[in-house]
Each structure stands twice: as structure tokens, then as C-alpha cells.
């Protein structure tokens, strides 16, 4: 048997997790079912805990030196023009990093896999998939497709950081409860200086509008929109990445006479779910593979980041310390699945809601609530604390 701890699934949360372990001599194996590291459009949030832990591993320098850094975010009504917005300064006595770095998450797991590859006790195998697991007592025994055929691993503890659709929980037989909009969201990318076209406009901005809310980011390289949409059908769902579609919804956003440069358009579903439980036996579940929110306030990625720092140290301890694995196990899932998860859960729900209402007396409600928070500066920094995740990461390390 090898004694590697066997993490499958190379995306932000099974690379932490292998870093953190790597860095503490454990051996570790991450397979990536892809022949290298995905590049899609995805998270580009990362928010000031998850910063904290990458520092902790010495990676969120240069992942800084990369990004974008911002102090400062929006939420905007397009009716009345009234803008409520935040500045993060105002928790720079909470964390060393009092702001959301905007970069693409495919870099952050670049910038990890390449810190990775400075420890002899990780290996990383591309093109490896996972297909089935089982497990006895005393080891779980992995079947991986691998560009050499079918092979058979076997390992004290396997971590599935396999995203939404985990084959691993299925292996586990671990049920993933919850629902799935109907609604889509399409993302698209466009060089286009959206700076230019709404006056002050702050790199994180969140636009509420009875006819059509989105959100607009800027990453280090493009601007992103994120608009919802109802396609029913496979042809309808063709129109909306149409490009005759995607320059009608920018030209409604800010009209203008030239058409938009568009660098990337994506379709995605949209869940709220949550695995029954985080672990089972030896089998361990992080990231997508355990919870999935829509991605309004960007905590899907930094929660799996979370899980990973918090699965890592109590593998330490049962790996070094010799702790009981189904005990350390058991306290993983209460901290980060009961309590952490209820919260991202709630407020990517309730975010959604409020980006979405087609009333217009909740529209100005809304608004209302958030020009006086932010007016406020001990309300401002409440909220801010919540948003940035802070607090759901203290709360959880307190449940013992
Ligand atoms: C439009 C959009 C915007 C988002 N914005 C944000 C944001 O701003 N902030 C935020 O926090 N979150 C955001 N999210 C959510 C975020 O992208 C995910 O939460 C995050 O990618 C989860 O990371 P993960 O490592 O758990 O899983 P994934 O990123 O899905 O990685 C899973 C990895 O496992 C590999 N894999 C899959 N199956 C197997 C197998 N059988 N064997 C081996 N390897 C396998 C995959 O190839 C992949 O590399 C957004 C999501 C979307 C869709």
C-alpha cells in the first residue's frame, strides 16, 4: 500500500490541500483527471481569509503582484442612479489584507501547483481520473484511468476536491441535497474600459435593475458582466451565447456605436446544494464536491479553500500526531459543514434574491438598506466583516 494520501481533482481546493501537506513532508498524490490545469472562467474573487491561508503557504504575494487589489466595492441601481459603497479599509485592524483581490481562479492554482512542485513529497499526475473507490477499514483503494491504462492505488485516506459532479461522493454513496434554478448565468469577458462608461465605477459592482440586474467585475486582464438568463431548450440556450445576444445585453448595459470586443462567453448552471456529509469512513469530501452556491459574493471557491486549510491541519494531526481519523474527521464536518456551509448557503440566497426583484418598492428598499449601511461606518464594517467571509471562518473554528 502507498502511504501517499491520494487527492483527486487539481482545482483551487485540491491544490491547497496538497500544498499545505506537501509543505509539512506529508506525501501526497493529486490526480487531475485533465492532461493540465483547467483555464475556464470561473471564480476571481478571492476574499481576505482565503488570502491570509495563502500567505500562510507563500503563495498570495505573488498571487497579489498578479491580481488586482480592491479596496472598494459597489452595489448600484440603474434606475435611480444612487451608488452605496463599501470601503474595506474600514476592517484593516481585522486582517492584514483588507481587501477582495480580483485574479482568475485558474491562476491562483497555477501560482499553487508551481510552489507545489518545490516539495519532494507531492507528486502530480495529469491525465489521471478517478473512476470508483472503495473502501475497508484500513484503506480506501482508488481505480484511476491514466494515460497507461487502468490502474489500482491504494491510500490511508482519499480526498475527493473533484467539484460538482464528484465521483468520489458517488463512490461514497454520499447524497449532494439541495436544488437548481432555473435560471442560467452567462458570463462574458470584454476588453472594452467599462471604467469609462459609469462614472466612479469600482472594480467590484453588483447593478440591480427591475429589468435586468447583473454584476460587473474587473480581473487583472478583462472586465466581466454576469447576466441571468431562461433558456428552456438547447436552441434557445444557442441564441444566448449567440453573439447578436451577448452585444445586446452589453449594448443595454452601456449603449454604444462600435460593437463589443468579446473575449469570453460561458454558460452556467446554478445550484445550491450541499453534500449529507462531509466524510464517510476514510473517504473525505472538499470544495464543489461537498457544497456549491450560486456565485454571487464569491464564496463558492474561497469556502473550498477554507475547507482545505481546515482539512489539512487535521490530517496533520492524524498523520503526525497519531489522532483518531474518524474523530478528527467528524470535527471537520461539524466545523465547516453545519456552520460555515449554513452560511454561505444563506447569504448567496438571499443575495440573489435581493439582486433580482422585479419590484420596484423592493428595488428602492433594497437600495435604501444599503445606502445607509454604507453611510454608517460601524453598520459598513459589520457588513463588510460578513461579506469578506471573516466572520464565518472564526465562527467555525470555534465549534469544537
Ligand atoms: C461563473 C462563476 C463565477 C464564480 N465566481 C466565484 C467567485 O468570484 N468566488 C468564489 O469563491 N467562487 C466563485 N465561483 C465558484 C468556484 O468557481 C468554485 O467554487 C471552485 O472552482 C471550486 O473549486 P474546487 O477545487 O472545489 O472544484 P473545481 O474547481 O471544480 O475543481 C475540480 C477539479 O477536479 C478535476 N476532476 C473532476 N473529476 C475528476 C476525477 N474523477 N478525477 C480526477 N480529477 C477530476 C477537474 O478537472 C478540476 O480540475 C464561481 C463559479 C462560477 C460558475
Known sequence: MSHSILIAGAGPCGSVLALYLAQRGIA???????????RDLRASTFHPPSLEMLHALGVAETMIAQGLVVDRYQYRDRKSGEVAEFNMGLIADETAFP???????????????AKLREYPSATVLFGHEVL???????????????????????????IGTDGA??????????????????EKFLVVSTPFPLETAFDNLS????????????????????????????????????????????????????????????GHRTL?????????????????????????????GGMG????????????????????????????????????????????????ISNKK???STDPDVQIKRQQMLMDTAADPVKARAFILERAMIHCVRDSLAVT
Open 28 to 38: 501526497v498524490t493529486l490526480l487531475e483527471k485533465h492532461q493540465s490545469l483547467p
Open 99 to 113: 481587501f477582495r483581490l480580483q485574479l482568475e481562479q485558474y491562476e491562483m492554482t497555477q501560482i499553487v501547483n
Open 132 to 158: 470508483s473507490a472503495t473502501q475497508n477499514e484500513h484503506t480506501v483503494t482508488v481505480e484511476v484511468a491514466t494515460p497507461e491504462g487502468r490502474k489500482s492505488f491504494t491510500t490511508p485516506f482519499l
Open 165 to 182: 459532479s464528484s465521483m468520489v461522493r458517488k463512490a461514497a454513496g454520499i447524497g449532494f441535497g439541495g436544488f437548481t434554478y432555473d
Open 203 to 262: 472594480y467590484v459592482n453588483y447593478i440591480s435593475d427591475p429589468d435586468e440586474w447583473c454584476v460587473v467585475l474587473r480581473t487583472e486582464k478583462l472586465w466581466r458582466v454576469l447576466f441571468p438568463v431562461s433558456p428552456k431548450t438547447p436552441e434557445e440556450e444557442a441564441f444566448v451565447l449567440s453573439e447578436a445576444h451577448v452585444q445586446a445585453r452589453l449594448q443595454h448595459l452601456h449603449a454604444r456605436a462600435e460593437p463589443y470586443e468579446i
Open 268 to 296: 452556467y448552471k446554478v445550484h445550491q446544494r450541499v453534500s449529507e456529509t462531509y466524510y464517510k469512513g476514510r473517504i473525505v469530501l472538499a470544495g464543489d464536491a461537498c457544497h456549491i452556491n450560486n456565485p454571487l
Open 301 to 348: 471557491m474561497n469556502g473550498g479553500i477554507h475547507d482545505a486549510y481546515n482539512l489539512a491541519g487535521k490530517l496533520v494531526e492524524i498523520i503526525e500526531g497519531g489522532a483518531e481519523h474518524g474523530e478528527r474527521f467528524a470535527h471537520y464536518d461539524r466545523q465547516r459543514r453545519e456552520l460555515a456551509v449554513r452560511f454561505v448557503q444563506e447569504h448567496t
Open 354 to 356: 435581493l439582486m433580482e
